[in-house]
């Protein structure tokens, strides 16, 4: 019983010392401080600030200058960035070059592809790519597929090296050839026998084989990826997928995306499978050289521009994607290839031009995924209230998940007055939590807000991230901290 009483004493101490800390620094919101203590997350792991943007000191700030890891709103860096230096007009291209004479639609040599860094060459993309050749006459390759990569220099990728789980797609590297996320989506469902999953892959690569789809089972569906005891073994020239287990028919239709081969042999998968599919013929090898100074393209695919590429970046958290035009914004200030520092190096000079203080800054490779990127909550409060006073505000903000309508939050804030109201970018790593952006109160007045958890316990603190953003969508416009300190 004593001990029992010792600890309830320590805890109360620790929630009264926190709260006073809390009253101290820009007088926090007291129900806005206990959101995260009631969520078991110490105040000294919290950093928060929130502002009118049309006022020039924040509404209040907590511990707004410490330098934390947030997770994947360092998007909001290398987007804003992007928008700026690139322009939301600016648009990727990927290039296709005649190695040898055509004739009779018959290419007497090789085929030779140059990529500069498009952040999302999906499957829809790439076949109309093929669909291009084809109808500028080539219809068959007797030389082989030659793969210009050199618009990045990059060191080589250890896609296991985050959290040793190289086959997921968010572990996918950044490549100046990029296709289709270098992944592959199967797609299961019971099959009308009733004895063993549909399996089907997108797209279908003869370069990744397929096991036996596996049996069907009554078990539920909770964690019905491992119950279907996958075994994968990527060579990087070729992948396989063998189901040990079974697949609960209670789930239905699922799909279950999955990173194959490397970037070079998935590029010629995809070349091999749809210029086949398209009626070309092709059987050569994979090679890799610069394409000659002064050539020619036969063939241009060009991306969607920037602004829309921004928005499934900051909406859906895409970080290979992140990756690809942070490596791109080296381009800016300084001759290809671009890499990783030359990239760093452009966001600072953007930094100094604009004159928008970041002292900690961390970026890292600009898209969150890493244990070394930093960033204080005042620092990201300042580029937003920038970003709010941009030429590209709008097709910033759009970039954001709207609360309860699509991207990381399309599941939150439901049944509440906030959504459709708050514009936000989310960042979640193991220890860490985070958001940023802006909510819209009924008045139309806009706030930017902005929260980092970095604890242990960090996921505890999603009600408490979500309270602050509704309490400001109430509160903000009417709260004045003198009231707090009666």
Not at 150 to 161: T, V
Not at 288 to 294: H, I, L, T
Not at 341 to 350: E, H, I, L, Y
Request: glycine content about 6%.
């Amino acid at each position: 019983m004593r001990a029992d009483i010792a600890t309830f004493l320590r805890r109360a101490l620790v929630i009264v010392a926190s709260l006073a800390a809390a009253t101290a620094d820009a007088a926090l919101p007291r129900a806005v401080g206990r959101a995260f203590l009631d969520a078991g997350i110490p105040l000294s792991h919290v950093a928060i600030v929130v502002q009118d943007t049309t006022k020039l000191r924040p509404l209040f700030a907590y511990d707004a200058n410490r330098p934390r890891s947030a997770a994947s709103v360092m998007k909001l860096v290398t987007t804003f960035a992007a928008l700026e230096l690139l322009g939301a007009d600016y648009r990727w291209k990927t290039e296709a070059y005649l190695g040898g004479p055509l004739v009779d639609g018959a290419l007497h040599g090789d085929l030779l592809l140059k990529g500069y860094g498009d952040p999302k060459i999906t499957v829809e993309q790439w076949q109309s790519f093929i669909a291009q050749l084809r109808a500028k006459g080539l219809s068959a390759v007797d030389g082989d597929l030659v793969l210009d990569r050199s618009r990045f220099a990059l060191p080589p990728h250890d896609p296991a090296a985050f959290d040793h789980a190289p086959d997921k797609p968010y572990n996918v590297g950044p490549d100046a050839l990029l296709v289709n996320f270098k992944s592959l989506k199967l797609m299961l469902a019971p099959d009308a026998a009733g004895e063993r999953a549909a399996l089907q892959a997108e797209p279908p690569l003869d370069a990744v084989t397929l096991g036996a789809p596996p049996a069907l089972s009554a078990d539920d569906c909770t964690d019905w990826r491992a119950r279907t005891a996958p075994s994968i073994e990527d060579r990087g020239d070729r992948a396989s997928i063998v189901f040990a287990g079974s697949y609960p028919a209670s789930c239905g239709e699922r799909e279950w995306w999955i990173a194959m081969l490397d970037h070079p042999h998935y590029v010629y998968a995809m070349f091999e499978t749809y210029f086949r599919a398209a009626g070309g013929r092709f059987a050569g090898a994979l090679k890799e050289r610069r394409v000659p100074d002064g050539a020619i393209p036969f063939a241009v695919l060009e991306s969607p521009p920037l602004a829309d590429i921004v928005r499934d970046v900051n909406k859906l958290s895409n970080n290979v994607m992140a990756r690809q035009i942070f490596l791109t914004l080296a381009t800016t200030s300084s001759a290809p290839p671009a890499t990783l520092a030359k990239a760093n190096a452009a966001v600072r000079r953007w930094l100094v031009k604009r004159k928008l203080a970041m002292p900690g800054l961390v970026l890292d490779n600009g898209s969150g995924l890493s244990r070394r990127a930093r960033e204080s909550a005042g620092g990201l409060n300042r580029l937003l209230i920038a970003a709010n006073a941009s030429a590209v505000r709008e097709e910033f903000a759009s970039s954001l998940a709207v609360a309860a309508v699509d991207g990381t939050v399309e599941h939150r804030f439901r049944n509440d007055a906030v959504a459709g109201q708050a514009l936000l970018k989310t960042g979640s790593l193991e220890g860490v939590r985070a958001l940023a952006g802006y909510v819209i109160d009924a008045s139309g007045r806009r706030f930017s807000v902005v929260a980092i958890v970095n604890d242990p316990h960090a996921a505890r603190a999603a009600p408490a991230l979500d309270f602050l953003v509704q309490w400001v969508y109430r509160n903000g416009a009417t709260w004045d901290p003198a009231q707090q300190r009666h």
